[in-house]
């Protein structure tokens, strides 16, 4: 069997890949490991870049976002007991949105199985052959059953454990990263946000983020340890720890309640050049990783897609491979900003073990810069609210 494009891992890359190409009468099967509902279970992004509404939107699954999503034109950032405002809507013209990565991916599994796309579920053994030549076959097992298909080109959209990045040879491929000292531990809990913003926190106890799913479900994460497990903090330590890495007026407005999700994310900073071997191309995390805290990791899978979109519309619409020979290099450019962006303002709230008293005060400089200049603040919130693609 021949397939244009076989889309490897159903997560928020491949499914919006899968849909564009989908509107643009471009056949792609998406093969993912696991089922529809545990790839809906996973709790992970919140905030979207204008950008990735757009291709929702283009992709035709933007309707529950515009009516559910919240904008935002701004964030909060909370230093020594006050916090100041960084308005992104005076400073760029353009807001963010809040809503869930589950949602995206709920909507885009919701519109694939309403176009009648194919979709693999609960594939294993996924093999890539022949990236390097111009006849790319996929060989995956599914139910005890082998399977190949035959292809032009092959997405590798499976997230930073999956088998596309590796299928790219150690001779060809550089890998740079940077692993933090600490981690994320994250709760979702059905109580109103604390706050109408997104509130991010430097304290002297670690970092804190008050986050929201909706008027009625918070997300709140705090600097842990690398050490611990998600089952040594209680509902009741996790709320305490929180409040006190808060500013007091802040901390008071908590509501607490018990926690519906709780997990551990570690922070990664990371990246693969290139994107692309042959007729294999990297999107998301199978690519790239960054520390969560500029919301870059779901937002520069976005713009991944977008680049590769464009790249296989002009190669099967007018015959140009153009895009697709110059898409590892545009999507690099992008995606070292976005780096960059979320290992600075990594280093802005977290506190790190080895910090000296003079890094101490260089973070505290840096934070006084921020809330008292409008350049530093315009760079702040043209990089959060999504540089151009
Ligand atoms: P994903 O990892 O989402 O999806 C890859 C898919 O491929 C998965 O469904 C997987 O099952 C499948 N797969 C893997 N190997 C396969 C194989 N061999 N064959 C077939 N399928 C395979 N970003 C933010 O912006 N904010 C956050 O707060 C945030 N929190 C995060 C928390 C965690 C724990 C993690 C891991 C990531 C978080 N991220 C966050 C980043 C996250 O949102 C990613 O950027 C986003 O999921 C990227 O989407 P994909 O590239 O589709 O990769
Ligand atoms: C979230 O809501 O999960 C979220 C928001 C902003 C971030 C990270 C996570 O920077």
New binding site residues.
Partial sequence: MHIPVVI???????LLLGQLLHKRGIEAVV????TRDY?LSRI????LETGLVRLMEEAGVAERLHREGYVHDGTQIAANGEMFHIDFKKLTGTPILVYG?TEVTHDLYDAREASGARTEFE?DH?EIHGADTDKPYVTYRQNGNGHRIDCDFIAG???????SRQTIPLSVRREYEKTYPFGWLGILSRTPPVHDELIYANSERGFALCSMRSASLSRYYIQCALSDHPEDWTDAAFWDELKRRLPADVAERLVTGPSIEK?I?PLRSFVTEPMRWGRLFL????AHIVP?TG?????T?ASDVQYLYQGLCQFYEEGDSEGIDRYSERALLRVWKAERFSWWFSGLLHRYPDQSPFDLKMQQADIAFLRDNEAQQRAFAENYVGLPY
């Fill in positions: 490897i891992g159903g997560g928020p890359s491949g093969l993912e490991r696991k790839v992970r992004a919140g905030v990565q594939v996924v959209c499976d997230g930073f454990h999956g088998v997990s994310a999107c998301g995390d199978a969560p919301a870059k990791g779901l937002n899978a």
